[in-house]
């Protein structure tokens, strides 16, 4: 393995729980292995817009234009949730404002073409583009630290040097630990 920094772009909804800690996941990773990781955003709300939905999915799919915010579990598109996490992070809290408008539905539209288009459309979140190749996943629970996080970094980077490699997955048995 070269000792090069490794761009690793990834793409994810912080809606979804699972991409949450595949999120972490890849910040363990940078500890780990010489990775440097470009998150970008990606929306459910934007790949499920004109799908037939279960009526509690479409609602929480009209949450997700406004942003989320996982780390305490707060409600997921609450103004007031968004505008805390902005002020934690030193951001102007006017964006929760803002993101309650059309002001940035291009920019994220077009960053979740970016993401996709290159995996497709029928998956999910996250995405990862690694090694020049775009792949769903990992769903991991709980998210691995330390040599873990490094191991299966590496099996998901050999597996993008296959082409033609499509898909690995199996049942879920257990729900998103978050912890």
């Known amino acids: 393995m070269s000792d ?3 761009q690793v772009d ?3 909804d912080p809606m ?5 800690m595949s999120s972490r996941w890849m910040l363990e990773v940078e500890k780990v292995r010489p990775v440097h990781t470009v998150f ?3 929306s459910l709300s934007v790949l499920n817009e004109g799908r037939d939905l279960d009526p509690d999915y479409l609602e929480a799919m009209k949450q997700g234009w406004i942003g989320v915010y996982h780390p305490g579990r707060e409600t997921v598109g609450d103004p007031e949730v968004v505008k805390a996490a902005l002020r934690e992070c030193g951001f102007d809290p006017t964006i929760a404002d803002r993101a309650q408008t059309v002001e940035y539905d291009e920019a994220l539209r ?3 073409r970016e993401g996709m288009e290159p995996v497709g459309e029928d ?3 996250p995405v ?5 190749k775009a792949l769903f996943g990992p769903v991991v629970s709980p ?3 330390g040599e873990a996080a490094g191991n299966l970094f590496d099996g998901v980077s050999k597996v993008t040097a296959t082409d033609g490699f499509f898909e690995l997955k199996r049942g879920r048995d257990r729900g998103p630990i978050l912890d």
């Not at 979804?16 to 949450?20: F, K, L, R």
């Open 143 to 145: 998210a691995p630290t």
């Open 4 to 6: 090069a920094l490794q």
């Open 123 to 125: 998956v999910g979140t």
């Open 40 to 42: 970008h955003v990606m």
């Open 110 to 112: 077009a960053s979740h």
């Open 16 to 20: 979804c729980p699972w991409a949450w």
């Open 128 to 132: 990862i583009h690694i090694n020049g």
């Open 10 to 12: 990834f793409w994810f």
